[in-house]
């Protein structure tokens, strides 16, 4: 009875051991802060709200995060030297916004886990093999946005509307997809797209006051160096009496008409899921597929709709949230 009794005490013991280990790690786990780098390619809304909330879903998920965040203003190295800082740095994860970014990270590692966001085409921009199958260490979520829609507005908002400009950013190939994609809608719609590329945010007014003489329309697509000056199309088209759409909800809230597109801020947070895959659950870049934006955002500038004269009322308004900055 004796050894039956210090048999079963020695059991007990061992179980409880274990079971304060267990509740031990569990509690170190739960106290795990990544360290993560943020590779944003420019400052500019669209991209400011990819970060934003990259770094909220981060937080309602429950995943505590230190932060490296990076800016490159804009210039290709300076992203490459983000990526290799954070390479040395041994981060557990990088979040690299736009194109070029996105391409110094991958690069920079194939070791590191790399989401990026705000990337129109990822498999052009060479960034992951296919959608459903990335390959390698990165994957992430693209800003493709309704372009047919958004081309259909201008005639909806005004049928005699036969040729739409778009300003692009002759280095970043997202935008060179986005004018060719821009060609083929609006030949099925009865739209011509005259497009003139530019280098440097000092060419957008002169850009702008060339098109604006062959153009009834302005449509601005997801292009970082235009973004980061859509103020200056948006005063020059309400100048011209120009209806403008744009391809994201910020656009509107830099004066552009009327915009119908991806929300980058939900964009963000639907990424931050994806971190937790690899951070938390353990997967790898190449297990989670590429995805797009399940969530888009409309909205109108109220302003420009005053002054250009057009009626609030108009079904293309429909459902649009209205901002009056």
């Known amino acids: 009875m004796k050894k039956k009794l210090s048999l079963v005490v020695s059991v007990l013991v061992f179980v409880l051991i274990l079971s304060a280990c267990q509740v031990s790690e569990e509690a170190i786990n739960e106290e795990d802060v990544f360290k993560i780098g943020i590779s ?9 709200d990819a970060r934003l909330g990259f770094e909220d879903g981060l937080e309602e998920l429950g995943i505590k995060v230190e932060i490296d965040y990076k800016n490159a ?10 990526a290799q800082k954070f390479v040395k740095d041994e981060v557990d994860l990088i979040y690299a916004i736009a194109t070029p970014a996105a391409q110094s990270a991958k690069q920079s590692s194939e070791d590191i886990p790399i989401l990026f966001s705000a990337v129109t085409d ?14 390698g260490n990165i994957t992430g979520t693209s800003d493709e946005s309704p372009m047919e829609k958004q081309l259909q507005f201008f005639k909806d908002l005004d049928e005699n509307i036969e040729t739409v400009g778009i300003i692009f950013n002759t280095s970043e190939e997202n935008s060179h997809l986005q004018v060719e994609r821009a060609k083929e809608i609006g030949a099925e719609i009865g739209i011509e797209i005259v497009d003139v590329g530019i280098s440097t945010v000092s060419d957008i007014p002169q850009a702008v006051d060339s098109i604006i003489k062959k153009v009834d329309g302005i449509y601005t697509i997801t292009d970082n160096m235009v973004a980061s000056a859509i103020n200056i199309v948006s005063e020059k088209a309400i100048e011209n009496n120009m209806i403008t759409i744009g391809a994201e909800d910020a656009h509107a809230k830099g004066g552009i008409l009327l915009a119908d597109g991806i929300s980058y801020y939900e964009l963000g947070k639907q990424t931050a899921e994806m971190a937790k895959q690899i951070l938390v659950d353990g997967k790898t870049p190449s297990e989670i597929p590429s995805a797009r934006s399940v969530n888009t955002s409309k909205a109108f500038n109220r302003n ?4 250009l004269g057009l009626d609030m009322e108009h079904q293309a308004f429909d459902g649009a949230e209205e901002i009056t900055e």
């Not at 990822?122 to 390959?135: F, K, Q, R």
């Not at 420009?304 to 002054?307: A, E, H, Q, R």
Request: charged letters at 20%; glycine letters at 6%.
């Open 40 to 48: 944003q390619l420019a400052e500019h809304p669209a991209l400011d």
């Open 122 to 135: 990822p498999v052009a921009a060479e960034l992951v093999e296919s959608m459903d199958s990335p390959g």
């Open 73 to 82: 203003q804009g210039e290709i190295p300076n992203a490459l030297s983000i």
């Open 304 to 307: 420009t709709l005053d002054k």
